[in-house]
Structures are given as structure tokens and as C-alpha cells.
């Protein structure tokens, strides 16, 4: 009986995955691929240090204002936010909650909201230059709890002229009348700063979400629920819902809540169109 014959290529082939599998590191390798979590866990640990040293240079050559926004920054932005942020400032990278350094002439706003909300505030800020100085809450702004806790380091000093609020799909599992009495002490506490209250709902939660068809409904109570409260304040709301539902199939992200660049800058433009009415009427009054 004949045995079969390799061919040439065959055996190098055939060596050659030999060699590539039962090969030992080299000296480099061992030096660049971590051999278990703990060495991991080191690496990035080393590489977070760095980022940190640059960004603590950095904030030395800025001015007392901004080092003390820098500051508020670091207290606020969280475990999960802040060394997006400090990378970010390390690389020159512009940001939604980069410093504004006011022009005296022109009103002041301020927007807080979620992850959507810092998604639209680069755009909203780009159509509103010239007209207003847009600042940002210094943090993921979160569900209404965290904006009961947190309002009073957010409006800073206060001297406001439009703030444009939301929070809604942080709240999709908080009880319809907690979330109500929540909303209602929020809207309050705003309006004693004398600035004009606008309520942005909250964009939808697609059905195929991954916590399931139920949280599309949640967010859609929400938003009534706000609006019951917004009407009983006196607080215009900025219909962002109903203004990007037409177009979600080309501006939010498969089955997530967020959007994409396209979805952003039409949200940014439609929040800077609203303010810079609001901001026309306040100027008539």
C-alpha cells in the first residue's frame, strides 16, 4: 500500500504552523504581553499614572478660573467618565464639558442631561456661537435623584439665563410618583435662579433595546409624567422626542438609546433653535 506523499508546500506549511504554535516567547514578547490579570491590572494602572501626570502639568498652565473648573471636573465626572475625560484633554481632543470662558455680552446658558445630553452639547454649542455662552453640568447628570443631590455644584453660581434640563431614561425604573415629585422639586429649585426653565424630553428607547420592549413604554410614561409637571410650573419644553423619532432609523445607534454623529448634531441644532428663541422672548419681556 502506497503512502501518501506531501508535497512541498504541504510540508512547509505544515512546519511552519509547527514552529508558529510551539514557538516560546521571546525576550520582547515576554516584556510586552501580560501573563495573567494581576500584570494586566499593573500595565493599565502604569498607563493611568502617566495620563494623570500629564494632565496634572497640564491643569498647572491653565488660569485660576479654569484650574477651579478643571477641579470641579475631577470631584464630579466619576469613576467611569473622568479618565475618558483626562485622555482626552492629554490629546488636545475637544469636549462637551471643556471650559467656556464667558462673553460678558452675551447671556449665559446651561445645559443639563445625560449621555444624549453631552452627545448634543458640542453641536448646540457650535450654532449657538456668537449668540450665547453654553455651558455644561460638570457630570453625567444621571437619574433624578442624583439631580436632587447634585444641583446645587451644578448651577455653580447660579447667574443663569436659560437652563435646559432633562432627565427621563435614567429614570425609566424610578416609580411614576417619585419620579413626579423629584421632577417637581427640580423645576423649582431652578426657577429661583431666575433663569428661563426649559424641559428637554427624553429621546426614545428603541423597543429591541437590550432591557427589553417594556423600557420603551417606561420612557414614553416618563414623558408624559414631565410634561404634566412642566405644564403645572409654567416650563416651555423642547419637544426633542417627537423632533427625532421621525429620523431614528438614520441617527440613533442599533439598538442602544445613543446616536450617531448625524443624530447629535441634529439634536444640537434643534436645542440651540430653541434657545435662541427662548432667549429672543426673554429679551422682550
Given at each position: ?19 508558529f504554535?510551539?514557538a516560546p516567547?521571546?525576550?520582547n514578547?515576554k516584556?510586552?504581553?501580560p ?19 500629564k ?20 470631584e464630579?465626572l ?9 485622555k ?7 469636549t ?11 447671556p ?9 445630553s ?5 453641536a448646540?454649542r ?12 460638570p457630570?453625567?447628570?444621571g ?27 435614567h429614570?425609566r ?20 435662579t431666575?433663569?428661563?426653565v426649559v ?6 428607547i ?8 417594556e ?10 409624567i ?8 409654567g ?12 429620523h ?6 442599533p ?14 441644532k ?9 432667549l ?6
Amino acid at each position: 500500500m502506497r503512502r501518501p506523499v506531501l508535497c512541498t508546500r504541504c510540508c512547509f506549511f505544515v512546519c511552519l504552523m509547527t514552529v508558529f504554535i510551539v514557538a516560546p516567547l521571546t525576550a520582547n514578547d515576554k516584556k510586552t504581553e501580560p501573563t495573567n490579570a494581576a500584570e494586566a491590572a499593573a500595565k493599565k494602572a502604569e498607563q493611568a499614572a502617566v495620563i494623570n501626570k500629564k494632565f496634572a502639568d497640564w491643569k498647572t498652565t491653565l488660569s485660576p478660573e479654569q484650574q477651579a473648573w478643571e477641579t470641579v471636573l475631577e470631584e464630579n465626572l466619576g469613576g467611569f467618565y473622568l479618565p475618558i475625560y483626562k485622555k482626552q484633554k492629554v490629546q488636545g481632543v475637544v469636549t462637551a464639558w471643556d471650559y467656556v470662558a464667558d462673553d460678558p455680552n452675551l447671556p449665559r446658558v446651561l445645559l443639563i442631561g445625560d449621555s444624549v445630553s453631552r452627545g448634543y452639547t458640542q453641536a448646540a454649542r457650535k450654532a449657538l456661537k456668537g449668540k450665547a455662552n453654553v455651558h455644561r453640568a460638570p457630570a453625567n447628570c444621571g437619574p433624578t435623584a442624583t439631580g436632587l443631590k447634585k444641583l446645587d455644584v451644578w448651577l455653580g453660581d447660579g447667574n443663569w439665563d436659560v437652563i435646559h434640563f432633562n432627565f427621563g431614561i435614567h429614570d425609566r425604573r424610578t416609580p411614576a410618583a417619585d419620579y413626579e415629585q423629584r421632577l417637581d422639586e427640580i423645576v423649582k429649585r431652578l426657577k429661583k435662579t431666575g433663569a428661563t426653565v426649559v424641559w428637554a424630553s427624553s429621546t426614545p428607547i428603541p423597543a429591541d433595546w437590550k432591557e427589553g420592549p417594556e423600557m420603551k413604554t417606561k420612557l414614553e410614561e416618563k414623558n408624559a409624567i414631565a410634561a404634566k409637571v412642566m405644564q403645572a410650573n409654567g416650563v416651555e419644553i423642547d419637544d426633542l422626542y417627537a423632533f427625532i423619532l421621525p429620523h431614528l432609523s438614520e441617527t440613533q445607534n442599533p439598538k442602544d438609546v445613543h446616536f450617531n454623529s448625524k443624530g447629535y448634531n441634529m439634536l444640537g441644532k434643534q436645542v440651540a433653535k430653541h434657545i435662541e428663541g427662548t432667549l429672543e422672548k426673554r429679551d422682550q419681556k
